[in-house]
């Protein structure tokens, strides 16, 4: 029987079977940092937990499409509360003692994407299908502002655009913060703009000829509202319903709840099918703060130290994150960490007995292979389980010291299988450096791997006159923003800007 995948849905406070649209083939988009600075351990908290989504989904057999963004236009430190009276992160980091570095913003924005990524390989984060730039974006995004004015979702004043929350009746349905609770009076203490028609509207569009990152709009210069970019790029590049959408959990208000009234508003669709949320990672019981010296950033922990780092293998960061569930508050210490740096010393000293998977893996034959198979058998449920990994975990330090007790009383049989498991424990958890994933490239398009098999099979339904169907698929690629040309050469497809 096909095994099940399931996850807390923040949209109905419970966990769910995950079903994608279309068969074994998840549609996964994840909030991406907005690159101001070196990205934290809070942050790859949240972006390990969209890995694990990966690769569980990948050890079912699932194909999945992966979009994480890179927000490069810097949103207002007061975004919280939707309304552009806040510094922009990114302009304040720019004018910081770090930021003399940087010949301009643009300059600040591809260093902290860099090392970003850079982090990201070294805790062993797979590659997302595409990682989307929310500046390689604006047309889309104006688009999207223009047709939400065009339908009555949003409305121009002097300095903006803003969605009219009370044109979108289910405000709140993720985050339970409607009209009538606390909120309201928060967001109206900060209102700056009096045209507002409704102190919760939120900007969509800012307007500001003086912005060091500006585009030209049909309301002037100016720049996004923070929350357009990512209802553009998941809809750009995993179609209109979505089936899985994750981030922080600081991010279901207003982030999140701005996604979706935007997004059902310009497309009538549900969204994002489950929203899955990341609690907050604290480090030694408190919230992360420069100021309280307990603020690390990858780097910190893992850069050697004759580059100020602490030259803590970063695969021990890694299963130090792992070592709590995604949903519970996790505390992040330096015990913990020394812990985990010694649980990855053992995972290598499994591989100097048994070798690296990479030597091949074999088949879990024999009395050992048939109890590594449990235990990762076991790691597998756990994390088809709403990402139980303290479990998972369990299973992996458990086949270690088995591994290790036995020793060179193992054979050859038993250290092939071991490898085997090593593999297979690897593909779910990624604890050790060895690549297994299906190759994906940023230069892959994956909207074309979406576009192509429809179209053959468009081809054949005119060959066949079946015009319903081909019709019909017509639709399906209009509505992932794919416009086709038939000519007596064939046909050709391309993007539409409009969504
Ligand atoms: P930001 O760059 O602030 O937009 O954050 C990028 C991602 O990291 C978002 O999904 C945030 O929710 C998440 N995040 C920020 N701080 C933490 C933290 N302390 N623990 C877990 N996730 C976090
Ligand atoms: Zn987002």
């Known amino acids: 029987m096909a095994k099940e995948f399931r996850i807390y849905n923040t949209l109905t406070n419970q966990a769910e079977t995950l079903v994608p649209h279309k068969k074994d083939h998840l549609t996964f988009y994840s909030c ?31 194909e999945v499409t992966y979009a994480t963004n890179i927000t490069d236009v810097g949103h207002l430190t007061e975004d919280d509360l939707s309304d552009p009276s806040g510094e922009d992160r990114m302009v304040k980091a720019l004018q910081s003692k770090e930021g003399e570095q940087f010949v301009n913003i643009w300059d600040l924005a591809r260093h902290y994407t860099e090392t970003l990524v850079e982090d990201w390989h070294r805790l062993n984060l797979r590659e997302p299908t595409v990682r989307p730039r929310a500046t390689e974006h604006m047309r889309e995004q104006i688009a999207a502002v223009q047709k939400l004015v065009e339908n009555g979702h949003a409305y121009e004043t002097d300095r903006g655009v803003y969605f009219s929350v009370t044109s979108f009746p289910e405000y709140g349905k993720l985050s339970g913060n409607t009209l009538d609770n606390d909120l309201e009076q928060t967001v109206r203490d900060v209102v700056v703009d009096a045209d507002k028609r409704d102190p919760r509207d939120f900007a969509l569009w800012k307007k500001d000829d003086k912005h060091l990152m500006q585009w030209f709009s049909p309301w002037g210069w100016g720049f996004p509202g923070w929350h357009i970019e990512c209802s553009v790029m998941a809809m750009s590049y995993l179609g209109e319903t979505i089936d899985l959408h994750a981030g922080g959990e600081d991010l279901i208000f207003p982030h999140h709840e701005c996604e979706i009234a935007q997004s059902e508003s310009l497309t009538g669709k549900p969204f994002a099918t489950v929203w899955a949320h990341t609690r907050f990672l604290q480090v030694e019981g408190e919230k992360m703060s420069k100021r309280l010296g307990n603020f690390f950033t990858v780097r910190d922990l893992v850069a050697p130290e004759s580059e100020g780092g602490k030259g803590i293998d970063p695969l021990a960061v890694r299963m130090t994150l792992l070592s709590g569930h995604y949903r519970k508050p996790f505390n992040f210490t330096m015990k913990t960490l020394k812990g985990n740096v010694r649980h990855s010393e053992r995972l290598s000293e499994v ?6 998977p990479e030597e091949g893996t074999g088949e879990y034959d024999g009395e050992t292979g048939a109890v590594l198979q449990g235990m990762y058998e076991r790691a597998l449920d756990a994390m088809l389980d709403d990402l139980n990994t303290p479990m998972a975990l369990a299973q992996l330090f458990g086949g270690t010291k088995m591994i290790l007790g036995k020793g060179d009383a193992l054979d050859e049989e038993a250290r092939a299988a071991a490898r085997r498991w090593l593999s297979d424990m690897n593909a779910l958890l990624g604890v050790v450096y060895y690549d297994d994933a299906p190759a994906a490239t940023e230069e892959e398009d994956p909207l074309a791997a979406q576009v192509e098999p429809l179209l053959e099979e468009r081809a054949a339904a005119r060959a066949a006159g079946n015009w319903d169907r081909a019709d019909a698929i017509r639709q399906e690629l209009s509505a992932l923003g794919v416009e086709i040309k038939d000519s007596k050469d064939g046909t050709t497809w391309k993007r539409t800007t409009q969504i």
Request: no cysteine; hydrophobic share 50%; net charge positive.
């Open 32 to 62: 991406g940092p907005t690159v101001y600075s070196y990205a934290h351990i809070g942050n790859f908290r949240s972006f390990l937990t969209a890995d694990l989504i990966l690769r569980t989904a990948g050890a079912i057999g699932w």
């Open 351 to 356: 591989m100097a007995l048994v070798g690296h």
